[in-house]
Nanobody
Framework: QVHLVESGGGSAVQAGGSLRLSCAAA????????MGWYRQAPGNERELVAL???????TYADSVKGRFTISRVNIWNTVYLAMNNLKPEDTAVYYC??????????????WGQGTPVTVSS
């Protein structure tokens, strides 16, 4: 069972500001495949923000390209999301995500408890 612990959210930031989210995974028996972030705003479905593979390949939602940067440190099982030029529409609960099993065709997936990000205009 993989446990994900998120940090960096919880405080409001003004539009144009920056935040950095962190997520550390613990308890995995196998290397983590993809790690990333999803978000869910009130009344909306959960959506992908950014993913990063074990090898460093990244995927971003169109709405955050050029503003957010995802990175990871494999030996620490940690993923980061640097968010710049934040907009009110970025307000949501951000969830850390990971897959266990580097070569698994159907890896186990895990979610963090979520950390709130509030951007005021």
């Amino acid at each position: 069972q993989v446990h994900l612990v998120e940090s960096g959210g919880g405080s409001a930031v003004q539009a144009g500001g920056s935040l950095r989210l962190s997520c550390a995974a613990a308890g995995n028996k196998f290397a983590l495949k993809d790690m990333g972030w999803y978000r869910q705003a009130p009344g909306n479905e959960r959506e992908l923000v950014a993913l990063i593979s074990f090898g460093g390949n990244t995927t971003y939602a169109d709405s955050v390209k050029g503003r957010f940067t995802i990175s990871r440190v494999n030996i620490w099982n940690t993923v980061y999301l640097a968010m710049n030029n934040l907009k009110p529409e970025d307000t949501a609960v951000y969830y850390c995500y990971c897959e266990e099993g580097l070569f698994a065709s159907r890896p186990y997936t895990y979610w963090g408890q979520g950390t709130p990000v509030t951007v005021s205009s």
